[in-house]
């Protein structure tokens, strides 16, 4: 009963921290390894949760009248592809070597964030046609690789690349980032499940907390706006950095 309430707990933080930023299952993977799952079976187990809580935060940003269709299906199938040779390839890493690299690209999210010009509301123009489209299919279709490999700290990248290229609001961005989520992962998850790397109960008890904390932050983020996004995006990135190096 305390395994399951911590996977609950833990899920609920990660859900909310995921639908605003990303980096949820930096906090996720370790919870599952501590209560006795196999690093591979973890990182399978984990893409429950993020299905789920993707589908609730989705709905979340949808009452609240926030899509960006049919460019968010174009992303998605795009990062689907990669997420397929990822998730075939994916294979145990050295967790010290991983986590220091992973720290300095947080590191330079945090530092692109607080120090990129803020776009003017003229300028704040979507860019998602033509080659613009193009170019983030072949975007997503790399981040789709990662994202079946092991997808910690993807989210930051996704919201960062559709903000700052796309020319999508954060909001915007959010919403978005949830429906490709859902679209790559689903397909990530079938090739864990096919391989028997999932424990589907230590999933789906996760998966409560996740949609719970998915479901509030997307629908508090819109009424909070990019301003607060901002700040969340700085303050848990670089808490996430800083965890990485020293602990």
């Not at 009248?65 to 050295?94: E, H, N, R, W």
């Not at 008890?205 to 969340?232: E, P, Q």
Request: proline content about 2%; some cysteine.
């Amino acid at each position: 009963m305390l395994d399951f309430i911590l996977l609950i707990v833990v899920g609920f933080i990660a859900g909310f921290i995921n639908t605003i930023a990303g980096g949820g299952s930096l906090l996720t993977l370790p919870v599952l390894i501590f209560l006795g799952l196999p690093p591979n079976v973890a990182n399978g187990t984990n893409r429950i949760g993020i299905v789920i809580q993707m589908l609730a935060g989705s709905a979340g940003f949808k009452s609240k009248g926030i899509t960006t269709f049919p460019f968010s299906i174009y992303m998605g199938v795009s990062a689907l592809i990669g997420s397929l040779i990822g998730a075939q390839i994916a294979v145990d890493i050295k967790g010290e070597t991983f986590n220091k690299v992973l720290s300095f690209v947080m590191i330079a999210v945090v530092l692109i964030i607080a120090f990129k010009p803020k776009l003017k509301t003229k300028e704040l123009l979507e860019r998602t046609t033509g080659k613009h489209l193009w170019i983030s299919c072949v975007a997503f279709f790399i981040f789709g690789i990662y994202g079946g490999f092991i997808n910690a700290g993807l989210g930051f990248v996704l919201i960062l690349f559709m903000h700052f290229f796309n020319r999508l609001s954060l909001v915007k961005s959010n919403a978005t980032k949830a429906i490709i989520i859902i679209i790559y992962m689903s397909a990530a998850l079938m090739v864990f499940v096919l391989n028997d790397k999932v424990n589907w109960k230590m999933g789906l008890i996760m998966a409560i907390g996740t949609s719970l904390g998915a479901w509030f932050s997307s629908r508090f983020s819109v009424k909070k706006g990019d301003g607060f996004i901002k700040l969340f995006l700085v303050i848990v990135v670089s808490i996430m950095a800083i965890k990485l190096w020293f602990f």
